[in-house]
């Protein structure tokens, strides 16, 4: 159980976590690509160490090196020496409690033409994996969930050619896809419905075209072009800073009585993460907001506390900000509206569940009615405890509702937060003093 005291004041900087969504890609496309990768400011959240684990398991030679990973991919010669030479049962792989490493990799594991099977822990055995069937099918492979759960079973060879993609629930496996079909036989045409967190879709492009690969897509987010016998190529690849995580440290300036500023350094305002929309909440919220960018694309956030008042917010392409703006919205005088509720139910969590009722402990007045959350600002909370539910943006958030509260906060299962940043609470430490 972590205790949380109740904060009064805030300010300093503090460096943004890496971006487990920009490491996890690079891992990907690293282990196909022939010879060493070199990833720089890496993550090493849980799930960024189970990605990596499923590379290795794959063939790829992993070594840490202070701040970098070195990454030997296996390429496509050994992925051919794979097929060829795989007896016995299923190759097994674990994915932890990382719905995109599970998601992403299922397309990648079925490059191969013998068994893999991809497992799961904790809630991620409870998400949904079933829209990754059909899709694979029509490109040549099989894939099977237990009634569209983990684990996942997959059989290649990937063939490539069309296929119709459910985006609707993640881009994770579309995520996959992606990066997969470049190594196919065939050029792949994929036709993708109600595809949310576009951002992340880029995101994925990006890192492709870093490591020497490419991938089209049409201005709509609706049809996509692959072409095939591509190859990956080794690459020098700066992690970015995670705006998804930074998000709950920018808050914290926002509603923290402080002097000074909070500042948090290393990310990119022009980053493909949806996550970085968080900066139009905040403004929209009252906060004093300012950006500084470096020449490399990395640069500072600066987030001052002024009168906050009500907003309304659109989290449809970014669901992972419901939690840091929940607490934002308790802050604010007024009645906020918080849209996109239904992208929370596959979560690790039930996140609008979760954080009605768990913030509700501490006097919180959260309601859900229909897609959207509602929040009724304007006072104190008070201090008691609150389960993270093994969800880590719920144990981020009570942790952050301490600089509203007027006693200790203590949070059940807050080791949860290993899963995407391992040193959470002592970096908000860092700002807390």
Known sequence: MQKSPAFREAGGAVRAPASKSSMQRAIACAC???????????????????????????????????????????????IKKLRSEAAGGPLSLSCGESGLCLRMFSPIAALLDTPVELAATGSLRSRPVGMMAEPLRQMGALCDTSAGLPPVMVRGPLRGGRARVDGSQSSQFLTGLLIALPLAGSDSELEVDGLA?????????????????????????????????QA?????????????????LLVSGAIAATKRPVIVEGLDARSRQPDRAILEALRDAGAAVETESGQDGEGNISVKKRALSAFSFDAMDCPDLFPPLAVLAIACEGESRLKGVGRLRGKESDRAAALSEELGKLGARIRIEGDQMIVQGGSRLGGGTVDSRGDHRIAMAAALASFLSDGPIAIDGAECVSKSWPGFFEDLAKIAR
Do not use: N, Q
């Open 232 to 248: 990956y190529r080794r690459a020098d690849y700066l992690v970015e800073g995670d705006w998804s995580g930074a998000a709950f």
């Open 197 to 229: 967190s576009r951002g992340y879709i880029d995101l994925t492009i990006d890192v492709m075209r870093e490591f020497g690969v490419a991938a089209e897509r049409d201005h709509a987010y609706r049809r996509f072009s692959i072409r095939g016998r």
């Open 32 to 78: 196909l690509a022939e010879g060493e990768s070199i990833l720089r400011s890496p993550s090493r959240s849980a799930d960024c160490l189970a990605a990596l684990g499923v590379a290795e398991g794959l063939g790829a030679a992993v070594e840490e090196r202070g701040d970098l990973v070195s990454l030997r991919g296996i390429g496509l010669e050994k």
